[in-house]
T-cell receptor, first 110, second 119 residues
Framework: DQQVKQNSPSLSVQEGRISILNCDYT??????FLWYKKYPAEGPTFLIS?????DKNEDGRFTVFLNKSAKHLSLHIVPSQPGDSAVYFC?????????FGPGTSLSVIP | GAVVSQHPSWVICKSGTSVKIECRSL??????MFWYRQFPKQSLMLMAT?????????EQGVEKDKFLINHASLTLSTLTVTSAHPEDSSFYIC???????????????FGNGTRLTVT
């Protein structure tokens, strides 16, 4: 049973436009959500997080939105840059362990 | 910032041998470390939670006698793949979090992973 879902395995966006990556979760005990970026053969790099008491967190070009009632979160990247091309993992934590989604491969086209 | 160092970055071993992977937190003390495994084009799968000074907690389906975890100090956790077989070939990644009690301001910091190939 997949507790964290990313239904889009891939996404292509034109440089300068907005990238929106979506994530859904099933466990209502999750109270902390994170987004990681990963290049091949490297460990994931932390991007941004949000706690369940908030509905939005912004850091530069990255904004994460949380809809707790829908158990849905999204990562917005604007403007998208070619260097943003990577696999993005959504993760959820219940203060004990961190569970990752399957990832979305983002390609930003110059 | 916080850095997690993982060693080796890649290893090739023969079937039946054992391989040890080290995970170190370089500028912070990690009471909890996590070991993940990633197959090609798949997500990071949590294998076990390593707690300093106590036994590791393994996820369902992960053989604790196969994947030995030792977290002897606040800065070092090791994963030993015992009697490795070709199906153990994978990308193993460790991560560490400073605080165990609260998750709000303590994202996981990851090592760069170890590519294990068993021939």
């Amino acid at each position: 049973d997949q507790q964290v879902k990313q239904n889009s395995p891939s996404l292509s966006v034109q440089e300068g436009r907005i990238s929106i990556l979506n994530c859904d979760y099933t466990n209502s005990m999750f109270d902390y959500f994170l987004w990681y970026k990963k290049y091949p053969a490297e460990g994931p790099t932390f991007l941004i997080s949000i706690s369940s008491i908030k509905d939005k967190n912004e850091d530069g070009r990255f904004t994460v939105f949380l809809n707790k009632s829908a158990k849905h979160l999204s990562l917005h990247i604007v403007p998208s840059q070619p260097g943003d091309s990577a696999v993005y993992f959504c993760a959820a934590s219940d203060d004990d362990k961190v569970i990752f989604g399957p990832g979305t491969s983002l390609s930003v086209i110059p | 910032g916080a850095v997690v160092s993982q060693h080796p970055s890649w290893v090739i071993c023969k079937s039946g041998t054992s391989v040890k992977i080290e995970c170190r937190s370089l500028d912070f003390q990690a009471t909890t470390m996590f070991w993940y495994r990633q197959f090609p084009k798949q997500s990071l799968m949590l294998m076990a939670t390593s707690n300093e000074g106590s036994k590791a907690t393994y996820e369902q389906g992960v053989e604790k006698d196969k994947f030995l975890i030792n977290h002897a100090s606040l800065t070092l956790s090791t994963l030993t793949v015992t009697s490795a077989h070709p199906e153990d070939s994978s990308f193993y990644i460790c991560s560490a979090r400073l605080y165990r009690a609260s998750s709000y301001n303590s994202p996981l910091h990851f090592g760069n992973g170890t590519r294990l190939t068993v021939t």
